[in-house]
């Protein structure tokens, strides 16, 4: 069964930095998508950033030029350095691994890590 791990969240003041780990276990075979989505407080879940495997990047509007999205060679570790944070950023971030083919954007068909809390403040 595979597992998701993140580490590296916090309290961070604005225009500062945070860089998050995502640690995947249990994977018997490739997949297809890592990737972080993030929620807060009374909001949906939106998509951050991801990488499949290809190595092609993608990210969401509201981060692009801030944060960069990474993984080891072996594909069992992401890395989300996040700079010039804003409160705007505070959230639980969720890493997410998606073994096929598809909407990398939405919630379906991944699974998930237990979150880590990011909080920015001004």
């Known amino acids: 069964q595979v597992q998701l791990v993140e580490s590296g969240g916090g309290l961070v003041q604005a225009g500062g930095s945070l860089r998050l780990s995502c640690v995947v276990s249990?994977?018997?075979?490739?997949?297809?998508?890592l990737g972080w989505f993030r929620q807060a407080p009374g909001k949906e879940r939106e998509f951050v950033a991801g990488i499949n495997w290809r190595g092609n990047i993608y990210y969401g509007d509201s981060v692009k030029g801030r944060f960069t999205i990474s993984r080891d060679n072996a594909g069992n570790t992401a890395y989300l350095q996040m700079n010039s944070l804003t409160p705007e950023d505070t959230a639980v971030y969720y890493c997410a691994d998606q073994r096929f083919s598809g909407n990398i954007y939405n919630l379906e068909n991944k699974t998930w890590g237990q979150g880590t809390l990011v909080t920015v403040s001004s």
């Open positions: 249990g994977r018997t075979f490739g997949s297809h998508f």
